[in-house]
């Protein structure tokens, strides 16, 4: 059956519903195969191989370096005409961030015994998702407006994460405190987006960018409970 295709913003109300339907849709399912993953990850890979991950600054730094090229890669697919290619690219970047998350999901859970502390994340990640996506949906404000905010903050924390790695200071509390507030900000920005500059047929692409700015959020949240153990 074809799909329509028109701009969310032009799209008849029942239209919208469907979109946010399957977008949001999206978003849970690529969470939940993230949880798959990284348990298959953490039962199957070895303890010396999560250590080599984190022993030295140049091996994070490429990491770090893979997952951005990753990164571009997936949001290219996820938003290619081809519904496979799309799948494609959602699929490879929840396996991109069960990858990069390993090494910090397995400390989280030797410093609480358990998955307590990860839990505890997933739960504030949660409701501050749940609360910043009502504001959006629920106020007329215009969130364009943070795209700044967002590309000059990301450039800024990204060189912050790369000097600390090369000259091996550590980023403190309040380097993730702003990186809770920018992945925020990208949330309000990118939940904004698919009101009005995504069309209905982009849903895939859409849960990406809202999946992506999920899992900062709860990266840095998982940082400052981690810092109080």
């Not at 990204?158 to 790695?165: K, M, Q, W, Y």
């Not at 987006?193 to 992506?212: E, H, P």
């Amino acid at each position: 059956m074809e799909e329509h295709n028109m701009m969310v913003i032009d799209a008849p109300d029942f239209e919208k519903a469907v979109f946010y339907r399957k977008t949001y849709l999206h978003v849970a399912l690529a969470l939940l195969a993230f949880i798959f993953a990284e348990s298959i990850l953490l039962m199957t890979v070895p303890g010396d191989v999560i250590l080599w991950m984190i022993s030295g600054k140049f091996i994070w730094l490429f990491l770090i370096g893979l997952f951005w090229l990753g990164s571009t890669v997936s949001d290219k697919l996820a938003f290619d005409p081809s519904r496979e290619k799309q799948y494609l690219g959602l699929g490879f970047y929840v396996l991109l961030e069960a990858i990069i998350f390993l090494p910090m999901i397995a400390i989280a859970t030797a410093y609480s015994g358990g998955g307590d502390l990860v839990m505890q994340a997933a739960i504030i990640t949660l409701f501050m998702f749940t609360g910043l996506t009502a504001v959006v949906f629920f106020t007329r404000t215009d969130f364009s407006f943070l795209r700044t905010v967002i590309v000059v903050g990301g450039l800024v924390s990204l060189g912050t994460i790369v000097a600390g790695a090369i000259f091996g200071f550590d980023l403190g509390l309040w380097f993730s405190v702003g990186m809770v507030v920018l992945a925020s900000a990208s949330i309000l920005y990118q939940t904004d987006r698919i009101k009005s500059q995504y069309n209905t047929n982009q849903y895939v692409g859409a849960s990406l960018q809202i999946f992506a700015s999920v899992m900062l959020l709860f990266w840095y949240i998982l940082r400052i409970l981690m810092s109080r153990k």
